[in-house]
């Protein structure tokens, strides 16, 4: 059953965000950034973290799950370190996502480069 959970939320998720890029005039980007901010915002309301328990990787692999993750990072490193944590916690956090998106892209955009000649 956490399968087809994960499945359901994430693909709600998903559905929103088309419709969205469909039936308003907001740009992709502007949607990039109200998931990754929404999903901070639900962070730090106590709401999102009963969506990660009930769906897992369906709530935690899109954009609201990166700004989940930022969140946390940044409320655990408050924790530990104080206000220094602000700065910290978030980028600790999403270190090996980001690496990895830095990463991939570039490999992306030498094969698409060598591809296109």
């Known amino acids: ?23 308003t005039k907001l740009t992709p ?9 929404s999903g901070v915002v639900l962070t730090a309301l106590g709401l999102y973290q009963p969506l990660v328990d ?7 692999v899109p954009l609201t ?6 969140a946390k990072g940044i ?18 956090a999403c270190s090996a996502g980001i690496a990895a998106a830095i990463f991939f892209g570039l490999l992306t955009a030498l094969l698409r480069k060598s591809f296109s000649r």
């Open 54 to 60: 009930f769906a897992g990787a369906g709530a935690t």
């Open 75 to 92: 409320e655990e490193s408050v924790a530990k370190d104080g206000l220094l944590g602000v700065f910290s916690g978030g980028l600790t």
């Open 1 to 23: 059953m956490q399968y087809l959970y994960a499945f359901l939320v994430g693909g709600t998720l998903c559905l929103i965000a088309q419709i969205l890029i469909d039936k």
């Open 29 to 37: 980007a502007r949607i990039l950034v109200t998931y990754v901010t």
């Open 65 to 70: 799950g990166f700004g989940y993750s930022l």
